[in-house]
């Protein structure tokens, strides 16, 4: 009686073990998915929704386009409660424009090859705040800036820890959740983040980071809408700014 029980649970456990493996396997390989469908579009264009939780509850939105000629252009607008920072970062595929109003004057600096689809590699991981600014956070410090070249890092940092979890709708599209873990890099640390993908497109369309920013504990939901696929975009929107 003794050995059957003790046999039984051993299967159960085994069975456990292997169904848990089955669910990371799927969970990386809808995340391959999302990641293989971002990199094959031609041009990519969203609209940006999103908060951000340190202190404070902080609203952002923006947009983000993509081409695979190393161009993008994202602008975002946080609005705290007495204060509002605007973010840009342009590249016309030979020089970056970044400007950021709490850091005054926009800086100029060569784009590397590949930053467009490095960029889109963060914002799979962590969104335009939480990805690009904060995983991608070492891009705006200044020796980047007075550097007539500079390298990428081979790829961007590793996703891990991978679980499958519920499908939920956002904004009427069906989609998968899917949760990972991302150790420390460029200015943050810690990111326990879950990305809901469209099980049609096999596109984001939310995500949701919990992460270290600074020594403090931070939150952010973004939501990506109007998204548009292998649609032509204008040069002009590439353009960089005039100096000023």
Request: net charge negative; glycine share 8%; with cysteine.
């Amino acid at each position: 009686m003794g050995q059957r029980m003790t046999g039984t649970i051993v299967a159960m456990l085994f069975a456990a073990c292997v169904a848990r493996a089955n669910g990371q396997n799927e969970a990386e390989e809808k995340f391959k998915q999302m990641e293989e469908a971002i990199s094959a579009a031609e041009t990519l264009q969203f609209q940006i929704h999103g908060e951000v939780k340190l202190k404070k509850v902080v609203p952002y939105s923006g947009s983000a386009v993509f081409d695979n000629q190393n161009r993008f252009h994202i602008e975002l607008l946080e609005k705290a409660e007495y204060t509002e920072n605007e973010i840009k970062m342009i590249s016309d595929g030979k020089k970056q424009h970044f400007f950021q109003t709490l850091n005054g004057a926009a800086k100029v600096f060569p784009v590397p090859d590949a930053m467009g689809k490095f960029l889109l590699g963060l914002f799979a991981r962590g969104g335009a705040y939480a990805g690009a600014l904060c995983m991608g956070g070492f891009f705006l410090k200044e020796e980047y800036w007075s550097q007539e070249t500079w390298t990428l890092p081979e790829a961007p940092p590793e996703a891990k820890e991978f679980q499958l979890g519920a499908e939920e709708e956002v904004d009427g599209r069906a989609c998968q959740t899917v949760s990972f873990a991302i150790g420390a890099t460029g200015l943050s640390s810690d990111h326990k983040v879950t990305i809901w993908i469209d099980t049609e497109t096999n596109l984001p369309a939310k995500v949701h980071v919990k992460f270290s920013f600074w020594g403090q504990e931070a939150e952010t939901t973004e939501t990506w809408t109007e998204m548009k696929v292998d649609e032509e975009v204008e040069d002009a929107t590439f353009a960089l700014p005039a100096p000023k």
